[in-house]
């Protein structure tokens, strides 16, 4: 039988042979994680996308700006999966600042489907971690705004940014979700989830009430799965919807905006090589230090908010985050799970929301799952019915 | 003919609360220390890093509240104030926005116009930026160890109109702060700090005029000064058919000018947002019962009672509850059995002279100091030599005032028999001053006794000394 740290070291020449091509990792962590190996009784392996901080590790939010940025504390979700056992493979890739350019969007989702039982973590701030892990045939799960974390996680959105975890089986989920769980001091939007997730109560499907979201991209897909449940097909439309995408797109701007003031080239981060005076220090630090997209959309945030704007921009998109709310929550009062294919405009929604998603790919669509917030318990038992029950029809 | 105008001044006042850790994070917040000794990844703004509110903060701030007569939110809100400047870790200062913590209070204030009082129109929380240090060879600096300790800010209505209320205002602020617990408020260590916003105008006039922002003002002096100099520079404007601008000026100590620091063109646009990374402040009734339970006697309830117990005048007991420390001093004193009025007096006249009315601090026992008052009052010593008394237990705290006597040779000389030919030689080498005085000049007088105390290095019993001076040459 080959030992653990065999196989490690094995996956680990295939990995850094195939990483120029699934263009996953930004940094492979062989050393570190062959040490992590030797500390742990049960390891498992894990990856963290390059948003999230890892002590002594390069976390360079894939950045120019941060390249040489090696954090002196681990993230809370990195030091709880590390003390569950993880066994950090490396820093995937995603979009600078996780909004703009990037070889690979999700590079998360790359490294999870090059293994075959790694665990993947990545911040998002908008949903498209769904449609990542849709593309890689991945099941994904953003538990509720509150419920993991964000301490050490770079912000895009402070208010809308979520770990997502990543697994090539659904099984792995609940259990990943329980490790990283629970109320953080660090973090003062964080509750503390009470119960084992990774002991779920499969719910008789007959007791649980759940629509389809309608008028939506790959609804049909989406309805011919649900027909399989062989169930009276409610479906619903969500009149706020169309509100949900430029809302989430003011609201994240200006947020990343001020998230983004701390890289000014003085504390830490790029500095540009000669300037005249501090002014053009800053002004030098963050054009070379800062790709196109991300100095787009802090300029357009910056917008949102000056003088003049705030009011137009900023506080009507406040007024539609209400309303998109409000009226997910009503549905969830009479529905308890709404079923829907990943689209973009709802995953913002949702996003705008905080509420818990799971999705799960079948073939080349995939179905989204929301339930309402802090019920990611009953959330992942019932996607765990659901898809019990579409693989033995499909 | 020059027109009559009126200073239109209000206040925002930065008073660092009194908590041992910093504003979001679980750092000290000590006075001094080695350059960002006192910093984490919070403070230091790394990325990922989230703050979370010290709850002392905000008790600190409901309690500056409640001491000024405010309202208190029920909901409370914080907002990112987003400008690019070295000391500024994440390049924005939490603060407040449209949801403080207090507003609509007041003070009353004490001057020799009478009694005024001033409006408060809010007070809310906020986080101190760090300091940049400029070292030769090396360029600028950053220190973050005052970045994240907690302020607030406390922005009065425009209701002063003269320095003397605004100086009023500030002592009487700083009584309050400093009874309660809320603030050390030392302006040396820069824990209260004062900007004035000032402007003129016609007196009667209902409209305000332009107004200017003084910062840098780190003195009462200062302050007084800048006021003074401002005032006068603006009347000097409109009179001479000039136009003022909107804007910040800085005060120079050495010139005592104050100058112009930027205008409005060149103000920041704050972007002011709600700060996503922390949940809105939700006060309480319960905790706003229990702060307003556990204040303590406030300056003006600890001034009326010197009035109606000891018999203070007004302006007396207003000067004796300016600190915290100067009123326990006194009454201290009192309770060691010293006549309250001749407590005031000497401590208003000598004290004040050794450690400053504003940052009142001796270290000598009221005890000690009561016995200086005894021995005035007893004719053990005269006042001049209570001075001296005075002097060397303000340096030697541990020395007695009984040993400081005896062992200073400072007793009062009451004796007819001792003073009576020290004044009869004075006299002798006087001849002139006697003829003057003789001749009706009072002041002669007091040239001679001068001389019998210059002889006797201060003992002589004064009042024995002009009595024998009448007997002899009167
Ligand atoms: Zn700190």
Same mark, same amino acid.
Do not use: W
């Given at each position: 039988?080959?030992?653990?740290r065999?196989?490690?070291l094995?996956?680990?020449d295939?990995l850094?042979?195939?990483?120029?091509?699934i263009?996953?990792?930004?940094?492979i962590a062989?050393e570190?994680?062959l040490?992590?190996?030797e500390?742990?009784e049960s390891?498992f392996?894990?990856v963290?996308?390059d948003?999230?901080s890892t002590?002594g590790?390069?976390t360079t939010?894939?950045?120019?700006?941060?390249e040489?940025?090696i954090p002196?504390?681990?993230?809370t979700l990195?030091d709880k999966?590390?003390?569950a056992g993880?066994?950090m493979?490396g820093?995937?890739m995603?979009r600078?600042?996780g909004?703009?350019e990037?070889e690979?969007?999700?590079?998360s989702c790359?490294?999870?489907?090059h293994g075959?039982?790694?665990?993947?973590f990545a911040?998002?701030y908008?949903?498209s971690?769904?449609m990542?892990?849709?593309?890689?045939?991945?099941f994904?799960c953003?538990?509720?705004?509150g419920s993991v974390?964000?301490?050490?996680i770079i912000?895009?959105?402070?208010?809308m940014?979520?770990?997502?975890?990543?697994a090539?089986?659904f099984?792995?989920?609940?259990?990943a979700?329980?490790?990283?769980a629970g109320r953080?001091?660090r973090?003062?939007?964080t509750?503390?989830?009470?119960g084992?997730?990774?002991?779920?109560?499969a719910?008789?499907?007959?007791?649980v009430?759940?629509?389809?979201?309608?008028?939506?991209e790959?609804?049909?897909?989406?309805?011919d799965l649900f027909k399989?449940?062989?169930?009276p097909?409610?479906?619903?439309r969500l009149?706020?919807?169309?509100?949900?995408l430029?809302a989430?797109?003011i609201l994240s701007?200006?947020?990343?905006?001020?998230?983004?003031?701390r890289?000014?080239g003085?504390?830490?981060g790029?500095?540009a090589?000669?300037?005249?005076?501090?002014?053009?220090l800053?002004?030098k630090?963050?054009t070379e230090?800062l790709?196109?997209?991300?100095q787009?959309?802090?300029?357009f945030g910056?917008f949102?908010l000056?003088?003049?704007k705030?009011?137009?921009?900023y506080?009507q998109?406040?007024k539609a985050?209400t309303m998109v709310?409000e009226?997910?929550?009503?549905?969830?009062?009479?529905y308890?799970f709404?079923?829907?294919?990943?689209?973009?405009?709802?995953a913002?929604a949702?996003?705008?929301?905080?509420?818990?998603?799971?999705?799960?790919?079948f073939g080349k669509?995939s179905?989204l799952?929301a339930?309402?917030?802090?019920?990611?318990?009953?959330?992942?038992a019932?996607?765990?019915?659901i898809?019990s029950?579409l693989?033995?029809?499909? | 003919?020059a027109k009559n105008y009126?200073?239109?001044?209000?206040?925002?006042?930065?008073v660092e609360?009194?908590?041992?850790?910093?504003i979001f994070?679980?750092?000290?917040?000590?006075f001094?220390?080695?350059?960002?000794?006192?910093?984490?990844p919070?403070?230091?703004?790394?990325?990922?890093t989230?703050p979370v509110?010290?709850?002392?903060?905000?008790?600190r701030?409901?309690?500056a509240?409640l001491?000024?007569?405010?309202?208190?939110?029920?909901?409370g809100r914080?907002?990112?104030?987003?400008?690019f400047?070295?000391?500024?870790a994440?390049g /924005?200062? *939490?603060?407040?926005?449209?949801g403080?913590i207090c507003?609509? @209070?007041? #003070?009353?204030i &004490? !001057?020799?116009?009478?009694k005024?009082?001033?409006?408060i129109?809010?007070?809310?929380?906020?986080?101190?930026?760090?300091?940049?240090?400029?070292?030769?060879?090396l360029g600028?600096?950053?220190d973050?160890?005052?970045?994240g300790v907690?302020l607030?800010e406390?922005?009065s209505?425009a209701?002063?109109?003269s320095?003397e209320e605004?100086?009023?205002y500030?002592?009487?602020l700083?009584a309050?702060?400093?009874y309660t617990?809320?603030s050390?408020?030392?302006?040396?260590?820069?824990s209260f700090?004062?900007d004035v916003?000032?402007?003129?105008r016609e007196?009667?006039?209902?409209?305000f005029?332009t107004r200017v922002?003084?910062?840098n003002?780190?003195?009462f002096r200062?302050?007084?000064?800048a006021?003074? /100099?401002e *005032?006068?520079?603006q009347?000097?404007v409109v009179e001479?058919g @000039?136009? #003022?601008?909107q &804007? !910040?000026r800085?005060?120079?100590q050495d010139?005592?000018?104050?100058?112009?620091?930027?205008?409005?063109e060149?103000?920041?646009?704050?972007?002011?947002m709600?700060?996503p990374d922390?949940m809105p402040?939700v006060i309480t009734?319960?905790?706003?019962r229990?702060?307003r339970d556990s204040l303590p006697e406030?300056?003006?309830?600890?001034?009326?009672?010197y009035?109606?117990?000891?018999g203070?005048?007004n302006?007396?007991?207003?000067q004796?509850?300016?600190?915290i420390?100067?009123?326990t001093f006194?009454?201290?004193t009192v309770?060691?059995?010293?006549?309250?009025?001749a407590a005031?007096?000497?401590?208003m006249t000598d004290l004040f002279?050794l450690t400053g009315?504003?940052d009142?601090?001796?270290?000598?026992a009221?005890?000690d100091?009561?016995?200086v008052i005894?021995?005035v009052?007893? @004719?053990?010593i005269?006042?001049?030599?209570?001075?001296?008394?005075?002097?060397?237990?303000f340096?030697n705290p541990?020395r007695?005032?009984?040993?400081?006597?005896?062992?200073e040779d400072l007793e009062?000389?009451n004796?007819?028999?001792?003073l009576?030919p020290v004044?009869?030689?004075?006299l002798?080498?006087?001849?002139?001053?006697?003829?003057?005085?003789?001749a009706?000049?009072e002041?002669?007088l007091?040239?001679?006794?001068?001389q019998?105390m210059?002889?006797t290095?201060?003992?002589?019993n004064p009042?024995?000394?002009i009595d024998l001076l009448?007997?002899?040459i009167?």
């Open positions: 039988m080959m030992d653990a065999q196989r490690y094995e996956y680990f295939r850094e042979r195939d990483n120029e091509n263009k996953a990792y930004r940094t062989r570190e994680a040490k992590a190996l500390e742990n390891p392996p894990v963290f996308s948003q999230i002590r590790i390069r939010a894939n950045s120019r700006m941060l040489n940025y002196p504390f681990d993230a990195v999966v590390k003390k993880g066994v493979l820093k995937t995603a600078e600042f909004v703009g990037t690979n969007a999700y590079g790359a490294a999870v489907a075959e039982n790694i665990l993947g911040s998002d908008d949903g971690i769904h990542g892990a849709r593309e890689y045939g991945l994904a953003t538990p509720s705004y974390s964000r301490y050490g912000p895009v959105a402070s208010s940014d979520r770990v997502a975890i990543l090539k089986r099984e792995q989920i609940p259990a979700l329980d490790m990283v953080d001091e973090d003062g939007s509750f503390s989830c009470d084992d997730l990774s002991e779920l109560e719910p008789d499907l007959r007791d009430t759940f629509a389809l979201v309608d008028g939506l790959g609804s049909e897909a989406a309805e399989k449940l062989g169930r097909q409610d479906k619903l009149e706020s919807l169309p509100y949900a430029p989430h797109e701007s200006g947020e990343f905006a001020t998230n983004m003031e890289y000014d003085i504390g830490f790029y500095r090589g000669e300037y005249g005076n501090v002014e053009e800053y002004k630090s963050r230090g790709g196109r997209e991300v787009a959309k802090i300029i910056n949102c000056s003088e003049g705030y009011e137009a921009y506080v998109a406040m985050r709310k009226e997910l929550e009503k549905r969830l009062e009479t308890e709404l079923l829907a294919p990943a689209d973009k405009r709802l913002a949702l996003y705008l929301a905080g509420l818990p998603i799971i999705s799960m790919p669509t179905l799952i339930g309402s917030a802090f019920n990611d318990k009953r959330l992942l019932f996607g765990g019915e898809l029950r693989e033995r029809e499909i | 003919m009126e200073t239109v001044m209000g206040l925002e006042v930065h609360l009194k908590t041992n850790t910093k994070c679980n750092c000290s917040t000590a001094g220390g080695k350059p960002n000794e006192h910093t984490c919070v403070c230091l703004g790394l990325p990922g989230i509110l010290n709850e002392k903060a905000l008790d701030a409901v309690t509240g001491a000024t007569n405010c309202q208190i939110t029920r909901v914080q907002d990112r104030k987003n400008y400047y070295p000391d500024l994440k /924005f200062q *939490t603060s407040q926005g449209d403080p507003y609509g @209070g007041y #003070l009353d &004490e !001057t020799t116009e009478g005024k009082r001033i409006r129109n809010r007070i809310h929380i906020e986080e101190d930026a760090g300091k940049l240090v400029h070292e030769e060879g600028s600096l950053v973050n160890n005052r970045a907690p607030v406390i922005v209505e209701d002063l109109r320095a605004v100086l009023a500030l002592h009487k700083r309050i702060l400093t617990g809320v050390d408020a030392r302006m040396n260590e820069g700090r004062c916003n000032l402007s003129i007196r009667g006039a209902e409209s005029g922002e003084m910062k003002l780190n003195s200062s302050i007084q000064r006021i003074e /100099f *005032t006068a520079r009347i000097k001479e @000039g136009e #003022l601008f &804007e !910040t800085g005060f120079s010139s005592g000018r104050t100058y112009s620091m930027r205008t409005k060149d103000a920041a646009d704050y972007r002011l709600p700060e922390l402040i009734e319960e905790k706003i229990e702060l406030l300056p003006d309830a600890r001034k009326d009672r009035i109606e117990k000891y203070l005048g302006y007396d007991a207003e004796l509850i300016s600190s420390e100067l009123a006194f009454e201290e309770k060691a059995g010293a006549d309250p009025k005031a007096n000497l401590i002279r009315a504003e009142f601090q001796v270290d000598m009221p005890a100091f009561a016995k005894e021995y009052d007893t @004719g053990r005269n006042l001049g030599s209570a001075r001296k008394v005075l002097e060397i237990m340096e541990d007695s005032p009984e040993a400081i006597v005896v062992e009062q000389i004796d007819r028999a001792l009576s004044i009869d030689e004075v002798a080498r006087s001849v002139k001053a006697v003829r003057e005085y003789q009706g000049k002041k002669a007091q040239a001679i006794i001068g019998v210059g002889k290095r201060g003992k002589a009042q024995l000394t009448k007997e002899k009167g």
